[in-house]
């Protein structure tokens, strides 16, 4: 057990950074239940890549709260969609169609089902002519279509879906819809072209060539740049996808897409986090590669990826950043380094709550209740107690409460008392 720190100096808390937060002018009170929204819940797992939007950008210009609440977003993922090639694998009938009736029902013994009519254009994969197609739009998460829109369907044969395939339904339509969580997929030159790709792969007999093919077509996806193909390679080399599509042979050809400033940040963010997964590159060092060389919305969307991917490389690189003009950048900063038990972290976030920005202060206290550590409860103790923001305190006290009992501890002891090392006039 570590022992108690009592002294500023020894929680973090120089005597001129205690002076500084509570000499704060005293700033409108709003309603608390703003301050209440700013705190989002902490991003739950690992977040391995981004999804096709690839970046989620702070506006400079959002207020206080909302900025808080974006600093503290989680990144979307990919993780749980089939790939383009896991799709094209799994269905027996690939259609590029339009859309004739985007719902209608037919009924089966005790049941109605959702179909949806369409009109082929063009087989992928199976043998079915152009012309009308009728297919059975299940489940759950299924997905929901327009009349008139174009779209690429993976379709499997109703007997290989269990559910269906005892049912009377059976014998009177042939077609379900693979919905892969409702993505809805529009034909397209590149689309198109990848689907088919994919299909020839399977057609190759010798595994070992097959897979040359497949690793192949993986490198020439990903630099295509395209967002949805660059996602799509993404979610077959995550966990549960296709192993075989990058391997460590490709590692020479990948590298200089995460180097090149043309590549999407957040391609480049996705290449990291994965190549990082399997062990094929030294994550810290790309990750302080990727703070030093981005800017602007770039910069912002690295910062949020480096907080799932905490090192002391990574830590020493931020800290500097917290004092950064952009409260934007700063903000999602001081998001970034709340990593439990990061004590290299306490003094900064400590002192990062005497600027003059409130979605700064929050983001700030909520790192340090994250963090945890002696230091950091004696930090967010000493706001609850002295800090001129109201909200902020409020927020201090709930805070300093939660962790003191989920430590067994009381409050210090030293709140009650003055500490002229906190209320005297900083030196000049």
Do not use: C
């Amino acid at each position: 057990m570590q022992p108690p720190e009592r002294s500023p100096q020894a929680s973090g808390l120089t005597p001129r950074v205690g002076r500084a937060i509570f000499r704060l002018p005293r700033a409108p009170v709003a309603n608390l239940g703003v301050v209440e929204e700013a705190f989002v819940a902490r991003r739950i797992g690992l977040v391995v890549v981004f999804a096709a939007a690839l970046s989620v950008v702070l506006p400079a210009a959002a207020p206080a709260m909302e900025a808080a609440a974006q600093a503290q977003a989680p990144a979307p993922a990919i993780l749980g969609l089939a790939s383009l090639r896991q799709l094209t694998r799994d269905a027996d009938l690939i259609v590029s169609a339009s859309i004739v009736a985007a719902r209608a029902d037919v009924a089966a013994g005790a049941g109605a089902y959702p179909i949806v009519h369409t009109d082929v254009h063009a087989t992928l994969k199976g043998t079915i002519a152009p012309g009308p197609l009728v297919f059975v739009n299940v489940g759950p998460r299924a997905t929901s279509f327009t009349d008139g829109e174009e779209v690429l369907l993976f379709l499997r044969a109703i007997e290989r879906v269990p559910e269906l395939a005892a049912t009377p339904l059976a014998t009177r339509l042939r077609w379900v819809v693979i919905p892969n969580a409702g993505e809805k997929l529009a034909p397209r030159p590149q689309l198109t072209n990848a689907v088919a790709r994919y299909v020839a792969l399977d057609a190759i007999p010798d595994p070992d060539t097959r897979g040359d093919a497949l690793r192949a077509l993986s490198l020439e996806l990903v630099k295509s740049g395209d967002p949805f193909l660059v996602t799509s390679v993404l979610r077959d080399v995550a966990p549960g996808g296709d192993a075989a599509a990058l391997t460590l042979a490709d590692l020479p050809a990948l590298a200089p897409l995460i180097e090149n400033p043309r590549v999407p940040i957040g391609t480049r963010i996705a290449l990291v986090a994965e190549l990082e997964r399997r062990g094929l590159v030294f994550g810290p060092a790309r990750w302080v590669r990727l703070l030093r060389t981005s800017s602007g919305d770039d910069l912002l969307a690295v910062i949020r990826a480096v907080g799932e991917h905490p090192s002391a490389g990574v830590t020493a690189h931020l800290l500097p950043m917290l004092d950064d003009r952009d409260f934007a950048v700063a903000t999602a900063v001081a998001t970034a380094l709340g990593i439990p038990g990061n004590v290299d972290a306490v003094r900064p976030l400590t002192a990062s709550l005497a600027r003059d920005d409130r979605a700064l202060r929050l983001a700030a206290l909520a790192s340090l209740t994250r963090i945890g550590t002696q230091s950091a409860r004696q930090a967010i103790e000493l706001v609850a107690a002295r800090h001129p923001d109201r909200e902020l305190r409020e927020r201090a006290d709930i805070e300093a409460l939660t962790l003191a009992r989920r430590h067994g501890t009381t409050l210090a002891p030293t709140l009650g008392t003055p500490d002229s090392a906190l209320t005297q006039a900083p030196p000049h």
